[in-house]
């Protein structure tokens, strides 16, 4: 594999100086990675947003995916207005919040929390990275990947996917490989509805457990993909998602929890690389987190995302400063020479109305935006 690039979701650049994290500490290059304007002084970005400009390289203007619970974003007469006075720094920071991912939302996106279109893999026309490239990728959880297409190499759907035996449409591509993936019950990237977000009566350790075991199973699972396709097919790109930061700090503040989670993490992506052995390594997360505001006043959580410390950490001087230069960096670094992003044909999948409404539900249920 020429490049593996690992998602560390919110993993926050203060906390990774805090912990003692050797595979981190060993990548000679990093920085901070920054959403794009206006989401890094409105102070709020969500995960879907974030990972499709990371993973197209196209700007939300293009892509439109503000967030899990809206539809694809279209223009309104005010976002203008709404997205110069979400950077005004003059305005307290949770007002600034509600402007991008409320007011911004409502009027160009539909009204949030009400049953209407929800975004998913069909409204991203562009092509993800690994599309530009002429082997194969390996891509594991990468969030808006449901509905799968047809792709060159393997995809496992990211969030919002639904567990795989309620799934109407195909949650891995090829399909023959769904069985390797699902043999157990961790592996995947379904959103479990009990949370300490939604559910006080929900432990915060237990729930954060769980989500350390599904990042164990997660990188067993993507290291045994990759050793069973490997000796006939070109891997040559591949990508990782660890989830559980960003589910684990929205549940808890707990210190020794958010410190287990890092060093976990930290050593499944040593464990992931040294089984692999890529020419290059790319470590980055979305967004950090911050102790929450009252931003979501109906939820409960902890922490929330925190869009002046996301990082990316590399084996090569990456240069990376905002989310739309990752794609063009991994393809410069594969030596593709083309023009970013670029439209994919016309889609070639199915989707279940009913089924995505559900994933969507328990979405906005534990507060993910
Ligand atoms: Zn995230």
């Known amino acids: 594999m020429e490049t593996l690039v690992i998602g560390w979701d919110a993993a926050t650049s203060r906390h990774l100086s805090q912990f003692d994290l050797p595979f981190w500490e060993s990548l000679s290059e990093n920085g901070r990675l920054l959403p794009e304007h206006p989401f890094d002084e409105a102070g709020y970005i969500s995960s879907a947003n974030a990972w499709t400009t990371i993973s197209t390289g196209a700007p939300f203007s ?3 995916m503000l967030g899990f619970v809206y539809g694809p974003y279209s223009d309104h007469p005010l976002s203008g207005p709404i997205r110069s006075l979400a950077t005004q720094t003059w305005l ?4 600034r919040r509600i402007l991008i991912g409320r007011v911004l939302g409502a009027l160009g996106a539909g009204t949030k ?5 929800k975004v998913d893999s069909t409204n991203i ?6 599309e530009y490239i002429d082997g194969d990728g390996l891509v594991y959880g990468l969030p808006l990947t449901y509905p799968i297409r047809e792709t060159n190499g393997v995809v496992v759907s990211g969030i919002p996917a639904p567990k795989f035996e309620e799934a109407s449409n195909p949650v891995v591509y090829p399909e023959r490989l769904e069985e390797t993936v699902y043999d157990g019950d961790d592996a995947g990237y379904y959103v479990e509805q009990e949370s300490p977000v939604n559910d006080p009566s929900v432990q915060e350790r237990p729930y954060c457990d769980r989500h350390l075991r599904r990042m164990e199973a997660n990188a067993e699972k993507y290291v045994e993909l990759y050793e069973k396709l490997s000796p006939e097919r070109d891997l040559e790109v591949g990508f990782l998602m660890f989830r559980g930061l960003d589910d684990i700090m929205h549940a808890t503040e707990d210190t ?8 976990l993490v930290d050593r499944l992506t040593g464990d992931v690389v040294d089984a692999i052995d890529p020419d290059t390594t790319l ?3 979305d967004h950090g987190m911050r102790p929450a505001s009252d931003y979501r006043p109906d939820k409960d959580m902890r922490m929330d995302h925190d869009t002046t410390q996301g990082v990316w950490g590399a084996t090569e001087p990456f240069e990376l400063e905002r989310h739309v230069d990752v794609t063009p960096a991994i393809l410069d670094r594969l030596q593709v020479d083309c023009d970013v992003p670029e439209k994919r044909d016309s889609t070639d999948t199915v989707t279940s109305d009913l089924e995505n409404e559900v994933i969507h539900e328990r979405l906005e249920d534990l507060g993910y935006a």
């Open 125 to 130: 026309p562009y092509k993800r990275f690994w």
């Open 62 to 64: 293009e892509h439109g």
């Open 283 to 285: 470590v980055l997360s």
């Open 92 to 95: 307290p920071p949770l007002v």
């Open 256 to 263: 020794s929890i958010i410190r287990d989670a890092y060093e």
């Open 113 to 117: 929390g009400e049953k209407g279109d």
